[in-house]
């Protein structure tokens, strides 16, 4: 459902370029959840930015369920539900209205709209508050209607860019369950985040990203066999070179 093959990303620096994503290749299938994890500036965002075809490659090619994202990046953006904690609410629309909206500008059949409304209200407990203002809304209340505009549309694709940051124990529940959902829906999902410790809890299979290179990539029982590590964060630790974490401590 999701491939990058060789994908990497260079921008122009005075002196030396910067590589942010270094020759990246893998593959979501239907039905899995893959943390794509690693530290600030890994090159997570980067990699997202050039799945949903935002952002050109510099070499290689994502591609979402046949299509590469630099070819066709309308039938890309059809296929994904972006997830961010960056994004935003219509402060004036009511969540129906907004909602409603979304499933407008993906094309989606008014019928089609209403019904897929009625069962995301259902799923996300929105009955309470559809019809406010989302200037009104709590932060947990607005996190629900995000997650809710992700499957408007119906995509075969998530994309989930650092869903539980600014988040409380019960916001992150609420990701968390919709993440289990997802897979329970066959969506092929992408986590990235730099909390490796929920990711244990989120994921199927791991990548590790360090400076845009895939560092190892696995299963927690491959992963454990591989480094002889317990955790995902002792397993990124042994991967980093002395140089590296000389220079995190400076």
């Known amino acids: 459902m999701i491939t990058v093959e060789q994908l990497t990303k260079t ?14 290749s ?16 890994a090159g997570k965002t980067t990699t997202l930015r050039m799945i949903l075809g935002l952002l050109a490659p510099t070499s ?4 979402v369920d046949g299509f590469r994202s630099v070819e066709s990046p309308d039938a890309v953006k059809a296929r994904i539900g972006l997830v ?11 969540p129906r209205e907004l909602l409603l909206f979304f499933a407008d500008l993906y094309g989606v059949p008014d019928e089609t709209a209403a019904q897929s409304l009625d069962n995301l209200s259902r799923l996300f407990d929105l009955k309470d508050f559809l019809d406010r203002r989302s200037a009104t809304l709590s932060t947990g209340q607005k996190q629900r209607v995000n997650l809710a505009r992700s499957l ?3 995509p075969p694709v998530l994309l989930l860019d650092e869903p539980t940051r600014g988040l409380d124990v019960l916001g992150s ?9 997802a897979r329970n829906l066959g969506k092929a999902v992408i ?11 989120l994921c199927d299979r791991f990548g590790l990203l360090h400076k ?3 560092m190892h990539e696995g299963t927690m029982s491959e992963l454990r066999m591989r480094t002889s590590c317990d955790t995902l964060t002792e397993m990124f630790l042994k991967g980093l070179s002395a140089a590296d974490l000389l220079e995190a401590r400076n």
């Open 26 to 41: 893998l593959v979501v299938p239907r039905g899995e959840v893959y943390g794509l994890l690693g530290e600030n500036g």
């Open 212 to 214: 845009g290179r895939l």
């Open 84 to 94: 961010s904690t960056s994004a935003g609410l219509y402060q004036w629309l009511t």
């Open 152 to 154: 408007i549309h119906d």
């Open 191 to 201: 986590v990235s985040t730099h909390r490796l410790d929920e990711a244990e809890r």
């Open 60 to 63: 290689g090619y994502a591609e």
């Open 11 to 24: 921008f122009p620096n005075p002196g030396r370029d910067v590589v942010a994503v270094d020759h990246l």
């Open 173 to 181: 529940k609420v990701i968390f369950d919709f993440i289990a959902a």
